[in-house]
């Protein structure tokens, strides 16, 4: 007689990993590297749920230029007694793939618009990050994925957003879900 398996894998809807940037990070330096040492204007580092091994970040923004670049960088603790471990970092934009019902809030949303390019410029942790980058007018979302392992709060940091405009510096932001 066959017994049948189901595997649960816990799945948790879009949270905010970064909050709209109102201007570009300041760079974490080996000096701050702990826990409670981190920048101001850094945004907060986000406890991972309980449960998840694997996250999957995208970024929604409301750009004056949707080609105009932006870099982020990606970093995580352990604990909170803990310092940081960058993970990686590299460069995006937004694409043609309009947000129509923001994923966090349900509020019906105009002028946002996904990421649909993201490139790893370099990463350093034991785990590989991969993108799935979809290319401009590709009508796809592009992320970042991660296999956290063991990880439980994660920073993003993200600058040179602005690319030269006064109105879309505050219209970026990244959401993550996990698995």
């Known amino acids: 007689m066959a017994t049948k398996m189901a595997l649960m894998t816990k799945q948790i ?9 109102v201007t570009d990070d300041a760079t974490l330096s080996v000096t701050t590297r702990n826990f ?33 670049v932006f870099t ?5 603790y352990r604990d909170t007694n803990g310092m940081a471990q960058k993970l990686a970092y590299g460069t995006g934009n937004l694409g043609d793939v309009a947000v129509t019902i923001h994923p966090i809030t349900g509020a019906v949303a105009t002028d946002l618009f996904y990421a649909d390019f993201l490139a790893i410029t370099a990463q350093y942790y034991m ?3 991969a993108e799935k980058d979809v290319g401009a007018a ?22 040179t957003c602005d690319a030269g405009t006064t109105d879309e510096t505050d219209q970026l932001e990244a959401i993550y879900t996990g698995f």
């Open 13 to 21: 809807p879009w949270i905010k990993l970064r909050e709209q940037v």
């Open 36 to 68: 409670a040492n981190r920048n101001v204007g850094t945004g907060n580092a986000v406890k991972i749920p309980e449960g998840i091994n694997s996250v999957s970040i995208t970024f929604i923004g409301k750009p004056a230029n949707q080609t105009a």
């Open 72 to 76: 982020w960088t990606l970093y995580g």
């Open 127 to 129: 785990k590989t990050m």
């Open 138 to 159: 590709s009508g796809e979302v592009a992320n970042l994925n991660l296999d956290i392992g063991g990880l439980k709060y994660l920073l993003l940091e993200l600058t």
